[in-house]
Every structure is written in C-alpha cells, then in structure tokens.
Nanobody
Framework: QVQLVESGGGLVQAGGSLRLSCAAS????????MGWFRQAPGKERDFVAH??????????YYADSVKGRFTISRDNAKNTVYLQMNSLKPEDTAVYYC??????????????????WGQGTQVTVSS
C-alpha cells in the first residue's frame, strides 16, 4: 500500500554533498517510520539512517559510519523523506534504498521491520 521512489543520486567528488529524496505514495505517510539503506558493490546491504513515525518532529538514528555527516529528515506534508549527505567519501559509493515500516521499531537498524522498499538510486563518490 506504499510505493517509494528515490531520486537525487549522482556522481560527486569526495568532500561534496548530495541530497537524496524519497517520495512516498499512499495514505498515512506520517504513520510510517522510514529508513535509508545502502549496498556497495560486492557487499551486503547496510543500514544508514532511521527516522521515527511522527506527525511533526521525529527522532533519528544513524550508523556510526555516517554519523555527523548525514542527516535524515521528513516532510509529512509532502510525503517525502530526505537524506542530506555531506563530506562524502569514496566509501559512501553505493545504491541507496529508501524503506518504510509500520509494525515495530525495535530492530530499525535491520531490514526486518521495513515492509516497503524503493528501487534505489546510485551514489558515486570519486576521489
């Protein structure tokens, strides 16, 4: 009942910034907690960031590898979640996926509680 479409990926030099967007279709967007994951070539898909369900303000959680550099946010009026990525490193190169979940939040850093996934958007950071 929720469809997610990521956008904003591209090629950027190390130290640069990108802002990813995830547009959600479907009702009650504010009732879903949202997450960003990424998958680098030859690696498993890893957790990046999480933002809780909220009518307005939300709590956030980040993987250690991106803490202090990435910021997840949401605009419920626009049914959109964002990932602002600053100080990008070549190690950030990956396909980035947006995900949404409704039931439970105790395992937000794993794929388990997320029921809906986007197609992904490629982020490439050159050195």
């Amino acid at each position: 009942q929720v469809q997610l479409v990521e956008s904003g990926g591209g090629l950027v030099q190390a130290g640069g910034s990108l802002r990813l967007s995830c547009a959600a279709s479907g009702r009650s967007f504010s009732s879903y907690f949202m997450g960003w994951f990424r998958q680098a070539p030859g690696k498993e898909r890893d957790f990046v960031a999480h933002i809780s369900r909220s009518l307005s303000l939300s709590s956030t959680y980040y993987a250690d590898s991106v803490k202090g550099r990435f910021t997840i946010s949401r605009d419920n009026a626009k049914n959109t979640v964002y990932l602002q990525m600053n100080s990008l490193k070549p190690e950030d190169t990956a396909v980035y996926y947006c995900a949404a979940g409704y039931y439970g939040t105790s395992h937000y850093s794993t794929e388990r509680p997320y029921d809906y996934w986007g197609q992904g958007t490629q982020v490439t950071v050159s050195s």
